[in-house]
């Protein structure tokens, strides 16, 4: 069962049923893993792994030319950008408020809401640029064995 | 015993990668359990069997004369690297360097300073965020050599030779 099987595996009826079953809730236990990494175990960089996962067992199911009509090339490819210039940004900003790069003491008024903001942002950050390399690189790999 | 079928090679691999997610569980390290299960079982598994199905399954078969100097080789590194762990403090001490450095300021003011209830985080996303920013980089970075390296290369053969371009 290699990648490049693509047209055997679109055959094949349980995994494509239970595979559409199933995606809704990856993404949304990224998504949980994403908000609630604050509280419990998680964190960007477990939910962008997760969030991309996602979109994997889709093209393993439904092959890379659907993936990518659902995810086109320049989303990944800018995704991965924003997510770090996210990050990057937010250091930035503290820079411009006056406080040391990456202190996010300086976003809000209280510093303990600032540093939740800051996590928040740079968490989110994390997870576009880590589901979006994943993205990148399983379709690169996949769509190039493709004939 | 000798494996060449790479096809389970990567299986095995996915399968150490899901135990040692289990051992970071007993250990309460349940954020890299995260990670290593994710990643390590998930994720890199996908990606090996993709890389298999750009290559072949099927190690080439080496000439056995190559066995000996192997076997001592890896024989005399796992010695040096038991020997090494031989003055490591014992597992949960809590005089162990690594718990007297930054670690207790860590544990005792992120409720104070950060106010979340996941120290992991707050360590990982604020104490120590230019680490996880640099981190995001390496990922960013590795996103952009596959890229460079194989990201194009299907399109561009479409546009010139045509025929035979993949197996």
Redesign the interface.
């Not at chain 1, 990494?37 to 477990?46: I, K, L, S, Y």
């Not at chain 1, 690169?140 to 493709?146: L, N, P, V």
């Given at each position: 069962m290699?990648?490049?099987d693509i047209r055997f595996m679109r055959r094949k009826v349980v995994l494509r049923v239970v595979s559409k079953i199933l995606i809704p809730f990856i993404l949304l236990f990224g998504l949980y893993?994403q908000w609630h990494?604050?509280?419990?175990?998680?964190?960007?960089?477990?939910a962008g792994?997760?969030f991309?996962?996602a979109f994997?067992l889709y093209a393993?199911i439904f092959g890379v030319e659907q993936t990518r009509r659902a995810v086109p090339a320049w989303v990944t490819?800018s995704g991965?950008?924003v997510?770090?210039l996210l990050?990057?940004g937010v250091?930035v900003a503290t820079l411009l408020l006056g406080e040391n790069?990456?202190n996010?003491n300086a976003l809000a008024s209280d510093?303990?809401q600032g540093?939740?903001l800051?996590?928040l942002l740079?968490?989110l950050?994390?997870g576009i640029?880590?589901c979006?390399?994943?993205i990148?690189?399983?379709i690169?790999?996949?769509?190039?064995?493709?004939? | 015993m000798r494996i060449r079928n790479l096809f389970s090679v990567v299986i095995l691999t996915g399968v150490f990668s899901l135990l040692g997610a289990a051992i970071y569980v007993i250990m309460d390290a349940?954020?890299v359990?995260?990670?290593e299960a994710?990643?390590g079982a998930?994720?890199s598994t996908?990606?090996m069997?993709?890389?298999?199905?750009?290559t072949t399954?099927e190690e080439k078969a080496s000439s056995s004369r190559r066995v000996l100097p192997a076997a001592l080789l890896s024989l005399v590194t796992g010695a040096i690297l038991i020997y090494g762990t031989l003055d490591m403090p014992d597992y949960g001490d809590g005089r162990a360097p690594i718990h007297l450095h930054v670690a207790p300021r860590y544990l005792n003011d992120s409720a104070q300073?950060?106010?979340?209830?996941?120290v992991?985080?707050?360590v990982?996303?604020?104490y120590r965020?230019?680490d996880?920013?640099g981190?995001?980089?390496v990922?960013?970075t590795?996103?952009?050599g596959?890229?460079a390296i194989?990201?194009r290369?299907?399109r561009r053969r479409k546009s010139g030779t045509t025929g035979e371009a993949?197996?």
């Open positions: 290699s990648l490049s893993v990494g604050d509280f419990g175990p998680g964190g960007g960089f477990q792994v997760i991309a996962s994997i393993l490819r991965l950008a997510g770090v990050y990057a250091g790069f990456l996010y510093p303990i540093q939740h800051g996590i740079v968490e950050g994390v640029t880590v979006c390399a994943m990148t690189i399983f690169a790999f996949a769509g190039r064995g493709r004939s | 349940v954020d359990a995260f990670t994710a990643v998930g994720v996908v990606l069997l993709g890389t298999l199905a750009l399954r300073e950060i106010d979340i209830p996941n992991v985080t707050s990982l996303a604020s965020g230019y996880t920013l981190e995001t980089f990922i960013f590795a996103a952009m596959v890229l194989i990201g290369g299907r993949d197996k």
